[in-house]
């Protein structure tokens, strides 16, 4: 089975990641390398801030690194926040803060105007520099208030009229099913078997 570390200080992601890729590789992340410093995402684009992030930690551990780079892009916002998602109400990333920003974004704004997406890029690089990379959407709406409490982010402010609930409200198994996550990475695993990597 490979190793893999997951180049992510986020723990929503971290659980996320580490129950859709349980039996097929040994998870490490960054927990298990407290020196490794802040990384800058200065990409423009989730894939290239995927990138930045898988390079720099398959250099630091010298093991193959697994990034994700994700957020939400509201289309009456013109696809804000974004690459911002996780800075969108500062610095300090802080998903309250950053959900009563988006909810005041798009106050007024009829039912039928708040679609917007999940996005979610995963690069994969060996030390030896060898990558694949790939990306997953989950579609859904913006609710004018927050609605359950699992997940983490964004998650109770998106609701997926398929299932008539928000991502907050389904169990970590519905949400893996369907979500951007767990598309992505059911790719990854299709590109991991393809390539032998
Ligand atoms: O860069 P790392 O260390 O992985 O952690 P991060 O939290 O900074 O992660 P990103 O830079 O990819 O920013 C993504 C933001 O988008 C949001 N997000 C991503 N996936 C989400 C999901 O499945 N549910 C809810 N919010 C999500 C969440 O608020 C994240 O902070
Ligand atoms: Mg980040």
Known sequence: MKNIVLATKNE?????LETLLAGAAAVYSLRDYPD???????????VANARIKADY???FTGLP???????L???ALDGSPGVYSARFAGEEKNDGKNNEKLLHCLEGVPREERTARFICALVYKNPNGEAIEVEGTCEGEIVSEPKGT???????LMYIPQLYKTLAELSSEEKNRISHRGKALQKMKAEWEKSGM
């Open 73 to 75: 892009a509201v289309d």
């Open 150 to 156: 699992n997940g983490f982010g964004y998650d109770p």
């Open 12 to 16: 929503g992601k971290r659980k996320e």
């Open 57 to 59: 930690v398959a250099q």
């Open 36 to 46: 490794c410093p802040e990384i800058e995402e200065t990409g423009e684009t989730f």
């Open 65 to 71: 690194s697994l990034a994700d780079d994700s957020g």
